[in-house]
C-alpha cells in the first residue's frame, strides 16, 4: 500500500460541489489586513455566479464556442447602476429574466444571510448568488476614460479591472423595489483589487472611519436607524485616493484628513448624494428610507472632538504561530478545494483542486486506514484458515484505528502574518501548495501577540477551532462506516452489527445536523456526506453484494448496448441515453459508480432487516433498491422517469 494508492482512491471517492458554480469571498474579509478584520470582525461576503450563463450586450452576436445558456443586456430602460437581462427565445421573442426565472435566487435583496457565530462578535456570511458580466459596463465608461492626475490607480490597474469585467446581482433601484426584472451591477471584484493598491496610511483611515461608523450606527440606535454603511465609506475612501494629492495622505497629518473625509461624508449626507465610485451618476442615497439627522450631528461631534491614538508604525509586521487542530485544518482544505473558489487577482483562474486536495497529507492520514480495510477485505477471499482469520482481524483493527479520535489531539503550527489579509490567510491554510505542505516552514516567528490574546473575537476563534475539533464528525466519518458496514455484511454475515452500526451512523447523521455550534452543524454533516462516495469500479466490484454485483453488470451491459447501437447508426429513438444510466463514466478503471454513503447504509440496513427476517414495510427486489442509489446519486446525472415512478414504489421503511 503506497501514497499513490491511496491518492488514487481519494481522488476516486472525493465529489466536488456543483461545477456550473465559482465562489469568491469580497468584502472586510478580503479588503483588510488580519489585525484590523480581528479587531473589527464584520460579514463574510460571498459572491457566487454560474459559469454556464453568458450576459452579453444587447447588440452584440452570440459567442461560438459558449454551449450554456445565453441573455443579452439592456441598459436603456434602468437607472444607471442597474440593467435587465433579456432572454431570446428560438421564435425571435424575447421576455425579461429575474427572480421567476431563477437565474438567481435572493432573500432580502440579493443577499442570504445566515449566522455563522454569535459568542462576544455576532458574524454573518451573505450569500450572493450573481451573474458574470465579462464586459465592462457602458454606463461606467465614464470611470474607464477618467483623467486621474494623482495616478490612481495606476493606468496598469484599470486595465486589469476592466478586463475582469464585473458581476450583477438581482437588486432593484430603491425607487421601484418590487421590480423583480432589474440587476444591479457588482463591482466587488473591482474593489478587491483596489483594496490592494491602498498604502499603509490609507489602510489605517479606513479602518478609523469604520471604526467612527460602527459607534454612530450604536449610539443611533442599530443599522436599522441609520442609512450610513461601510460601503459608503469604502467610496468616500476610493474618490479620495484617486482625487487627492500625496500630501494629503502624509502620515503626519492623519487626523486632519479622517476629520476632512468626515466632513465630505457630512456633506453627502445633507446633500443626500453619494456618487457611485464607477458609475457616478449613480447615487448610492436615491431614495434614503429616513432622515440621516442624527447620522449628520453624530459625524459632526467626531469630526470636532477626533483624538486618535496613532500607533508608532502603519503597517503590521510582526507574525506569530498558531497551532491550529489536524481536523480544523483538514477542514480549511476540504472547503477551499472542493468548492470551486476563484482566485480574486485572477478571476479566470479556479484555485480549487480535488486533484492537489488528494495529495494532501492530512487528507492521507485520515483515509489510510479505511484504504487499508477494504484492501485487506479484497484479499479476503482468496485466504482460507488461520491466514483468513488473521486477515479479518487486521481489517476489524484498522476500522477501529479509521474511527479513533487521536486527531483531535494532533496540532501543525502555522505561521500568522498580521500584514496577510483574513481571507489569504484561511486560503493558505486551505489549498495545498504540494504534497509536504504540512508544517509551517517559519519555526522563529513569536507568540501570540498580548494584544490579541486580550481581544474577544480572537478569544471567539480559539473556542470554534477546539469546538469544531471535538464536537465536529471526521470528515471521513460516513465514508468508514459504510465499508465497515459492508465488511461485517459481505465477510462476517453479522447482520446484527451491521445494524448497530447503521442505526449508530444514521442516529449521528441526524443528530449533527441539529448541532447548534456556530450554526454549521447541519451543513458540515451534509458536506462530509456529498464529499465522500463509496466507489465501485473493476477492482473494487469484489468487495459488494450480488445484488449490486448483478445491477452493476446490467448497467455496464447497458453501456455496451448504447455503443453498439450508436456505431449502427440506429435511430436516436432506440438508444438508450447514456444520462439515464446515471453514474457510468470512462476514466482509468474500465467502469466508475459513486454511491451516497448514507444511500448506501440504508440499502445495506435493509438487506440485513431481511435476512434476519425483521418486520418491515413493504419493498420489492433488492437489486431495485441499489438500482434506485445508482440513479438517483449517480456521478452529476438525474435519475429517468421510470427509475423516479420505481423508486416512489419502493421506499426506505425508515423515510
Known sequence: MTNEDITHFIRQSLKGHTQNYNVLITGSVSDLSLQDYLEHPSDIDILSWHTDIHISPQDSPIPGQFTGQFYRLETCNSPAGFAKIIAYESSGEWTYCGKQNRLAEPNHGPAFTQVRLDHHHKLTSDLVIGLRYSVWPSNATEWKERLRLNGWPSNEIVRKIINDGCHLVMKPHPSHPDDENEWRFSFSLAESTLARELNDVQRYIYRTLRHIKSNIVKEAGGSEQTILKTYHLKTLLFWA??????????????????????????????E???????????????????????????????????????????SYKSSFQFPFPQKFLLLCQMIFNCMNFVNSRNPAVVMSSL???????????????????ISIHLDIYSCKGEVKRSAVEEAIRCFLLAKSTDMEDEYCPKTIHLSDNAYHMFTSLGFIKSATDTYDEYPESESVPTSLQEDGFYSDFVIITEVMNHQFIRPSYFLRAAYEANFYYTVLHDYQSVKQICEETLEVFHKQRYNPVLQL?????????????????????????????????????????????????????TIIDQRELGCLIKPRDKFYIRIDPIDFLRYIRRQCSMLIDEPRTSFAIDSIDFLKVCLTVGYMMNAPRHASEMITQNRDYDE
Not at 257 to 264: G, I, M, P
Request: charged share 25%; aromatic share 10%; net charge negative.
Open 241 to 270: 485616493c484617486e482625487e487627492r494629492t500625496r500630501e494629503f495622505w502624509e502620515e503626519g497629518r492623519i487626523e486632519t484628513t479622517v476629520k476632512e473625509l468626515l466632513a465630505q461624508m457630512i456633506e453627502w449626507l445633507i
Open 272 to 314: 443626500e448624494r453619494c456618487p457611485n465610485y464607477f458609475v457616478p451618476s449613480c447615487n448610492l442615497f436615491d431614495c434614503p428610507s429616513m432622515a440621516p439627522d442624527r447620522e449628520i450631528e453624530l459625524l459632526t461631534s467626531y469630526a470636532e472632538d477626533l483624538k486618535l491614538d496613532l500607533p508608532k508604525q502603519m
Open 355 to 373: 486533484n492537489c486536495l488528494a495529495l494532501s497529507p492530512l487528507l492521507i492520514e485520515e483515509i489510510q486506514w479505511i484504504y487499508k480495510a
Open 521 to 573: 452543524g447541519a451543513e458540515w454533516v451534509d458536506f462530509c456526506k456529498d464529499r465522500f462516495s463509496v466507489v465501485i469500479t473493476n477492482k473494487w466490484i469484489q468487495l459488494f453484494d450480488e445484488a449490486i454485483v448483478v445491477t452493476t453488470g446490467f448497467l455496464v451491459l447497458c453501456d455496451a448496448v448504447k455503443a453498439t447501437i450508436g456505431k449502427l447508426q440506429t435511430p436516436l429513438a
